[in-house]
């Protein structure tokens, strides 16, 4: 490969439970460490996933981004979650280890790389909680069956175990940290805050002006909301709401999944089909983001989404729900609320998106100041380089280990039955 053509073992290894080749926040987060590696001059390779991967009992990855083949046969697949990470470990073995060390976006890549190579440093740059987001995608929030559960069993076994052998976990706000330490609290010790990391840009006038022009949305207020259209993200949410909100405000949702049909359908009932435009998934968020004028996020769980950090980084006010676990998770919240930047709303008081989004529309001014908060926030907390150096600097530490050692023999503790 590329980065070990003299020889030489990649410095850092940053791996993510996606197609490299895709899109999505994991991939995201995994190339923005691989940058901020690059800037820094380290050798790096940038892993992910794909049933088309590299399969490296056969041959090894001649690049320095790569997928390794997973795949599940026959009935396997009822037992998926918790085989992955063996799967991912066997085929880690046949590569050279890290020499300052692999950062993992998942769960299973974590328990795979500490078990492939013992004595490297392992970061869980943690993502999501699926053991309370997965939930939230569930009709009624319970499993359909009996393999759901199973399955749902074998993703809490490995997130327990991730933060057992993770050297260290960042979580990009208190919040996420807090979370983290109720599900597993031996992890207390090995957690840091670190806020994930943006590459602020700005909006091209021209190109905003070609995508309003192209929904007609010249004189409209755009409010965007990204992600899979699932239970869990709740765009129905926001469609609800707009019943309520300036005729000129407009709901643009960028994305694909199994409740789009029902959004589609449920805007037409409400008589906004004509302001709500559901225009599937697009793996170039440039030219929405251009034509957008604030962020929005409907989820029930939402870590740090990487839709709303990206709007905030081009300028766009955020407007995202109150924290309220277990009813609703808003990692987003810490920040809003803390350094401004955008809205809260309380999800679970209906008409209070509504609110919102009319104070938004009714206000340019108040719309400029909250997105020039947004862009000033971005620059200087969200930042890749600063993840590295955290990432570095713990690595380096002679005893980064020790904390972990009397934590190992009981890291997992009993799962509690799926209700």
Known sequence: MDTDRRGLSPDIYAACFSDVNGWGGGLTAARGVVRAGLDHGLRTLLLGVSSSGVDLRRSRPQQSVVNLRIRTRGGLWRVRNWRLAGQLEAQLRRLPPPTRGFVGVSPYWVVAAKRAWPKTPVTYLFPCLLSNCLPFTWPKRRPSGLWQRINFAGIRHAEHLAFSLADLTLTPTELARREVVAFHPAASPRLAVCPYGSQPREVDPHLRSAQRQRLALDRAVVFLAAGVCDLNKAFDLAIRELTSVDSS?????????????????????????????LVGAHPDMEPWYAAADCIISTSFYDTFPNAVLEGMSHGHPALVPQHAPPLVYSGPAEVIEQAGGGLLYDRNQPGSLAQCMNQLVRSPELLRTLGQQARRIAQHQFRWDRVLERILNWTDQPARTAVRSATMATAIPSHPAVT
């Open 249 to 277: 405000a407009h709901v643009v949702i960028v994305g694909d999944g199994p409740e789009r049909n029902r959004l589609r359908r449920l805007a037409a009932d409400c008589g906004v089909s004509a302001r709500v435009h």
